[in-house]
Structures are given as structure tokens and as C-alpha cells.
């Protein structure tokens, strides 16, 4: 059983698509027979919105899943109805950002390249801060910055993400507040690579031109081989993902290349003493 309702609500959907496809229905016929427009019962199966316990036993009575198999299903169905702890926040997060927070806290790994700015689960409190100031304005800072720490619980706790991160040298070197804030977030960066989940690396400027220079990302996988891997892509105001496993795999392949072009995890972090060293 999956623990966040972001991904049971996506298992969900692609259980619900899958069965009806294998029943041989076309979403009118499927929806006509449950009652509910094809717009709505199309939402459902791409996850852009939630359906009841009673409505997905309803679907599977259609599809003629019965028993455990059914059972399980509904189950995790409950499960998607429940609120995640990143809801509290949805005065301050968009909805198509609460969707990976909701991926991101059951990940299992999070492989991501970043070419401006330290990645969310990696910044200090300050650091934060300024870079909210600078991209969003000054509303509602500390329920962004609460926000944006309470994600990084991902990384302690019994079962801890599994985090590969490239980061652009451009990263470390850019002041993006004073100096004190800069050298407290590249001494913090120094400590979370310490953990053993954690893997940072720097791509340096001498390795040249790489396959993701216009394309900040993030990979992710789960413990549950029933939710497939997603690749997450966002910019000022929305967010994308990628579900298809073609791109996925390109991704990947991608993410892979960077590791190689990039310092190794022991020079990357004399790469980190020496910017905290800059900024100090």
C-alpha cells in the first residue's frame, strides 16, 4: 500500500484505464454506463482528479473485477481520498506542485540536474527565503519556506529517498543573497552530502557543453514497481510530467551522461569547501 495519496490517486487511474481498455470499451460507452460524462471519467483515468470508493467499485463491477483483486483496488482508492501533509500548504502551492510534492514524498529515488539554484530539498531556511523573494515576491514567505522544509523529511527517516544530484558550478557561485546566507548553504550542502542516501555532484564549466543545458529535471522512481517512473519538468508557472517510458529512458540516459561529465562525489565536495571557503 502506497503511503501518499497523490500516487494511489495515479494507480487508481491507470488501473481503471487499463481494465477498461482490456474490456474493449471506448470511454463513451464506459462512461455512459457509470454515469458520468466522458470528460470527467477521462480526468480519472489521466489522474487530473480523484473518484470515489463507490464509484470505483462501480467501474470494476462494469470492467467484472470481483473479489480480492477488487477489494485491494478500492482500498487503495480510500487511501487516495485521504489528505497529504503538503494540502495544509495549498494556499501557498500551486496545484500542479502539489502533485509532485505528493509524488515526491513516496519516492523512492530523485535524480535531478539543476542549472540556477540548489534544488528545493537541499536548501537552508535563508537560502530559501531569498530565492522565494527573488522568483515569487514577498507573499506569504514563511508558509513557503515552512513548506519547502517540511519536504525535505524525505531525506532522514526509516526509508530515506535515494538522492542523486548533478548541480551546474554556476550554482555554487552564484550569490544569490549575502555572503553569510551563500556560505551557510554551501557548508549545508557539504553536510547532506555526508548522508549515504545522498550523492552530490558538480559539473564543471571545463566539461563543456552536455545533453542538459536547456532542461532542468527531476526522475522519479518507487519502491512499488505498480507506479511507474515519472519525469518531472516545471518552470514559473506550471508543471509537467512525463509517464511514458520512452521518455523516462531518455531521461535516465541523460542523468547517467551527467554523472559521467561531472566531478566525482569526493572531488565534488572539495568543489563545495572551496565555494563555502568564497563565500566565508
Not at 527531476?218 to 521518455?247: H, P, R
Request: charge should be neutral; charged fraction near 25%.
Amino acid at each position: 500500500m502506497t503511503a501518499s495519496p497523490t500516487v494511489r490517486r495515479r494507480r487508481i487511474a491507470r488501473e481503471l484505464r487499463q481494465l477498461r481498455e482490456r474490456s474493449g470499451m471506448t470511454l463513451d460507452v464506459a462512461a455512459r454506463q457509470l454515469d458520468m460524462s466522458k470528460s470527467n471519467l477521462s480526468r480519472i483515468e489521466n489522474a487530473q482528479i480523484g473518484i470515489k470508493p463507490r464509484d470505483v467499485r462501480a467501474a470494476l463491477a462494469l470492467y467484472q473485477v470481483t473479489g480480492n483483486d477488487a477489494e485491494a483496488l478500492i482500498e487503495i482508492a480510500r487511501g487516495a481520498q485521504q489528505r497529504g501533509w503538503w494540502q495544509h500548504y495549498s494556499d501557498v502551492l500551486p496545484d500542479w506542485f502539489e502533485f509532485y510534492v505528493g509524488l515526491e514524498a513516496e519516492a523512492a529515488t530523485l535524480r535531478t540536474y539543476e542549472a540556477e539554484a540548489v534544488p528545493g530539498l537541499l536548501q537552508t531556511e535563508a537560502y530559501a527565503r531569498e530565492v522565494y523573494r527573488l522568483t515569487a515576491g514577498e507573499s506569504d514567505l514563511d508558509r513557503k519556506v515552512a513548506a519547502r522544509l517540511r519536504r525535505q523529511d524525505v531525506l532522514r527517516g526509516n526509508a530515506p529517498v535515494e538522492l542523486s544530484v548533478v548541480l551546474n558550478e554556476a550554482v555554487l557561485l552564484r550569490p544569490v543573497s549575502d555572503r553569510r546566507v551563500m556560505a551557510g548553504q554551501m557548508a549545508h550542502l557539504e553536510a547532506v552530502a555526508g548522508l549515504p542516501n545522498v550523492t552530490i555532484q558538480v559539473l564543471p564549466f571545463e566539461a563543456g557543453g552536455h545533453p542538459a543545458m536547456n532542461s532542468p529535471y527531476v526522475i522519479l522512481t518507487f519502491a512499488d514497481t505498480a507506479d511507474a517512473a515519472v519525469v518531472y519538468l516545471e518552470n514559473l508557472s506550471m508543471g509537467l510530467a512525463l509517464e511514458e517510458a520512452t521518455q523516462v529512458r531518455s531521461y535516465s540516459l541523460v542523468h547517467e551522461r551527467l554523472c559521467t561529465l561531472a566531478l566525482d562525489p569526493a572531488a565534488s565536495l572539495i568543489r563545495l569547501k572551496e565555494a563555502s571557503r568564497y563565500f566565508t
